[in-house]
């Protein structure tokens, strides 16, 4: 077989074109599927003499737009003959509030140049000089690729699953990456196997992450903010707490906040920059340091008390004392483990501290008569949505934040009424609670026993468990290196235990979909950690940061090429979307079940064990047990399946009578219902809990929204990696910088990318250039410029970039896109710009991966000027 080469990340823009070029040339016309540009050129789809452009013959699929923002939106490709010639987005309908256009962004109209790009990787693929022999890790990251067959690629990892599992057991197996997309992709295959050494990351959470349940709160905060109807027509204030739905996720949500402004509603934007998103909502700005949010939110507190009790109509105590506990002596708990309250903790009753504006002022940079106005302006007589994204919580010293956030909400009773709301408004959230309008279906397995399968190693000779054992985020690439990690349990569950320092012997990675070499913290350790191991493997279907470093890559179908309906769930509560793949790719790559399957076939199992259901039956069953259901749940069949429907698709089912036909549905894409003002479907959160709370109760051990919580207390003090102490109420945790490193970067999320997910696309890169954002003051300090090179250095490693001088970011601060891929030179010097290049550091508090309160120095850089990042590209093609 032809070798195939990494190439040196320094190919031009020219030459990714022309890969892609000759990548489609070897193939043929009639399957030029990938390295295609699908962008029009100027006279094609045109009438002779000019006019409107003619409709090219073909069909539209709707692709599957899976990736890190969270949102669903509509894209469709035209298809000819195998060939996608063009893409658009939603326009099933007329848009209007009552029935949204389901609206793609840049990403997602991007997303045949991402996953069927020159870079698509085609076929599996050996590392030139690996040999089961001898790995020769040292080379991992800095030589090419050699194609090899199906069976070779996949009777090699065979080989190396049965060795470490036999020798070492399933500790010594790793897979670094937590997101979801890996998984679903490695997971069943490594579970039937024994197990694997997992990560607990709060990689999107932060500390919402925790059992904030013990609250009174839901997962993540999440399903407890009214319908989207009622915030557009009743709210009347708007706060967007370190949310920016218009680049991170800047589809419906956006719109939504748009139409709330146009019928009156005010914005107030809690962050330290002042984002697109607050912009274009004329938000009224608090300028916050990173990682001081919860300070804010203590002051905020302390002020409304002041000012309750100077002139009152501020708190509602009448819901702090029926539907809370822990605000005062009064709403105490006879069994509380403590006398204190949040009151006296805000009035300096215990430390001598008075937290009002000027103390928080002091600590957050917001002017204290901001904080005052703020204050009043969450005071019980104003309607008042109090909406969270998750970029706060994610920073060190965040564990009290969730609290201090409900305390407010709490303390203006801003809950269970109409124009109000506590929750994430932010990406596709729209007010989910309810009833679920469009329900997608189960799949069928869990109605199947599974038998329970012997794992591939001899339990007796392995020692430890994995109840409870996940390596911290913060860790991963130390746990190999070190053999050591600290665990105190899978922290994004809500479980935790008191630390416990672990050894480990890591043998093997397995990464599916895998971005960890950009998404981990100390990513400039990655590279050291992965040379280390016995052996690599990644399935993937385009490149990672990660993929350089596989000794074999196994491709996977990319998700525009397989056939799927996503469980929509709190996502999308008005519609769901059927995924149509676009053609049969005509390169080699399988699906992941495919690829598991022959695994554990060649591992001595009956794949049937592990995958009962065929993928086609899979994809029938969730679209045969959709349901639409009316104002009091009452489930209709969303599809019409006939005896034909089921002989035509080749699987088990019974015909049923639903609202739109199966085919339709599959040629449609979409099945939406239309909402007016007023409906049956219009839902206001916890109005029954607020009615009576003993009826309905929050998921808390009082059944209360709990301002001061033993539980919680409880929780993080055993949790506490760094010996610090929490009270049962939210307090504030300070965060000395590191010596020498006096700023703080937070990385937003950035229209090129989606967390790991399009930094591939070299159109998207070239569109949005990705600097670093840092203010007027603290550049002038430095004698940079708009435009310059800078260079951004922590203790753990160094970046370069142009910087952006900007008024619209606070002293003090600097804004890191988050997305880009490092790209380590020689000087250890990473041109790439990936914000975890500069982030590591022992674990602290609960272990949260504190991506946005990192300290790090700024300087002009005399090196040279630097080449736009959209002329580099990572891809494996052939020569």
């Known amino acids: 077989m032809g070798e195939i080469k990494l190439k040196s990340l320094k190919m031009d823009r020219r030459g990714f074109v022309a890969a892609g070029a000759a990548a489609v040339a070897a193939l043929g016309a009639s399957s030029s599927l990938y390295g295609c540009d699908n962008r ?68 997602g109209r991007s997303l045949v140049e991402f996953e069927m790009g020159a870079d698509r990787i085609k076929y599996p693929l050996k590392r030139v000089s690996w040999t089961p022999e001898n790995p020769n890790g040292d080379l991992r990251g800095k030589e090419g690729y050699e194609r090899i067959s199906w069976d070779e690629a996949l009777d090699y990892v065979a080989d190396q699953l049965k060795k470490v599992y036999t020798e070492y057991g399933p500790r010594a197996v790793f897979m670094p990456c937590n997101l979801s997309g890996g998984r679903a992709t490695v997971a069943p295959l490594l579970n039937a196997l024994g197990g694997y050494l997992a990560v607990s990351d709060t990689i999107s959470y932060g500390t919402y992450t925790a059992n904030t349940e013990y609250l009174g709160l839901s997962y993540g905060g999440e399903c407890m903010v009214n319908d989207r109807m009622d915030l557009i027509k009743n709210a009347k204030v708007i706060v967007l707490a370190g949310q920016n739905p218009g680049w991170g996720s800047n589809g419906n949500p956006s719109h939504f906040f748009r139409a709330a402004k146009d019928n009156g509603a005010e914005f107030v934007y809690v962050g330290p920059s002042y984002n697109v998103s607050a912009a274009a909502l004329d938000a009224r700005w608090m300028p916050v340091l990173p990682g001081t949010d919860t300070a804010f939110y203590i002051g905020v507190a302390g002020e409304m008390l002041r000012l309750e009790e100077e002139r009152g109509g501020i708190l509602d105590l009448d819901f702090l004392h029926r539907c809370c506990i822990g605000f005062d002596e009064e709403s105490m708990p006879a069994d509380a483990a403590t006398t204190e309250s949040y009151a006296g903790y805000l009035k300096g009753s215990y430390d001598g501290v008075v937290k009002d504006a000027a103390w928080a002022s002091a600590i957050t940079g917001v002017p204290a008569e901001d904080i005052t106005w703020f204050a009043e302006t969450m005071g019980k007589d104003n309607d008042v949505v109090l909406s969270h994204g998750y970029a706060a919580a994610r920073c060190n010293g965040a564990e009290d934040l969730p609290q201090a956030y409900m305390a407010v909400a709490c303390m203006g009773g801003h809950i269970g009424k109409p124009g109000n709301g506590l929750g994430n408004y932010y990406v596709d959230r729209q007010g989910p609670g309810g009833v679920q309008i469009v329900s997608t279906g189960s799949d069928g397995t869990d109605e199947i026993d599974l038998p329970e399968l012997a794992p591939l190693y001899d339990p007796a000779k392995v020692e430890g468990t994995f109840e409870d ?101 709190d996502r999308d509560r008005e519609m769901v979307l059927v995924y149509s793949k676009v053609s049969e790719t005509p390169f080699e790559a399988k699906s992941d079940q495919w690829i598991n399957e022959q695994l554990l076939e060649r591992l001595g ?18 679209l045969a ?7 009091n749940e009452n489930p209709t069949p969303l599809v019409t399946i006939t005896e034909e429907d089921i002989a035509n698709w080749g699987v088990e089912g019974t015909p049923q009578e639903g609202l739109i036909g199966l085919e339709e549905l599959r040629q449609k894409g979409i099945y939406q219902v239309e909402r007016a003002f007023g409906d049956e479907y219009d839902h206001i959160a916890m109005a029954d809990f607020r009615n009576d709370p003993t009826s309905d109760p929050r998921p808390s051990a009082s059944g209360l929204f709990e301002i001061c919580c033993d539980a919680k207390a409880d929780m993080y003090n055993t949790a506490a990696m760094a010996g610090e102490t929490y009270k049962p109420y939210p307090t504030h945790h300070e965060v000395a910088a590191d010596e020498g490193f006096p700023l703080l970067m937070f990385n937003t999320h950035y229209p090129r990318t989606a967390c790991s997910d399009f930094n591939n696309v070299v159109t998207l890169r070239e569109a949005c250039e990705a600097p670093v954002t840092i203010s007027a003051a603290d550049a002038a300090a430095r004698d ?4 310059d090179p800078i260079l951004v250095s922590s203790p753990y490693g160094k970046i370069l970039r142009t910087a952006a001088v900007s008024a619209c970011i606070v002293p003090g601060a600097i804004d890191v896109p988050n997305g880009s891929w490092p790209e380590l030179d020689e000087d250890g010097i990473d041109r790439g710009g990936c914000p975890n290049t500069l982030y590591g550091g022992a674990p602290k508090g609960m272990g949260v991966s504190g991506y946005n309160n990192v300290s790090v120095q700024v300087e002009k850089w005399t090196g040279g000027e630097l080449a736009p990042d959209y002329e580099t590209q990572l891809i494996v093609c052939p020569e």
């Not at 709707?62 to 990736?67: E, F, G, P």
């Not at 047990?625 to 104002?631: C, E, F, I, R």
């Open 784 to 787: 940079i410029s708009d435009g």
């Open 469 to 569: 054992d996940f390596v911290n985020g913060l860790e991963v690439w130390d746990a190999i290196i070190n053999g050591k990690y600290q665990s105190t349990g899978r922290c994004w569950s809500g479980v935790f235990n008191e630390p416990v320092e672990r050894e480990c012997d890591i043998r093997v990675v397995y990464g599916g979909r895998d971005g960890s070499g950009r998404s981990v913290p100390n990513s400039s350790k990655m590279a050291e950690a992965l040379r280390k191991v016995d052996f690599v493997v990644i399935q993937q279907f385009v490149p990672s940061a990660t993929t350089p470093y596989a000794d074999i890559i196994l491709p996977d179908l990319a998700n525009i090429e397989r056939d799927q309906i996503v469980d929509n769930g």
């Open 605 to 622: 199992y009956n794949p049937k064990d592990v995958y009962p259901l065929t993928e086609q039956q899979l994809f029938f069953n969730k």
């Open 40 to 107: 029009l050129s100027e006279t094609a789809g045109t009438e002779k003499g000019g006019g409107a452009p003619v409709q090219p013959a073909g069909e539209w699929k709707t692709l599957a737009c899976l990736h890190g923002c969270g949102t669903r939106c509509m894209n469709q490709a035209l298809v000819q003959d195998g060939v996608v010639i063009r893409q658009k987005t939603d326009d099933t309908h007329e848009d209007s509030i009552e029935c949204p256009q389901q609206r793609g962004c840049l990403r």
């Open 625 to 631: 047990n959709s349901v639409v259901n009316d104002g």
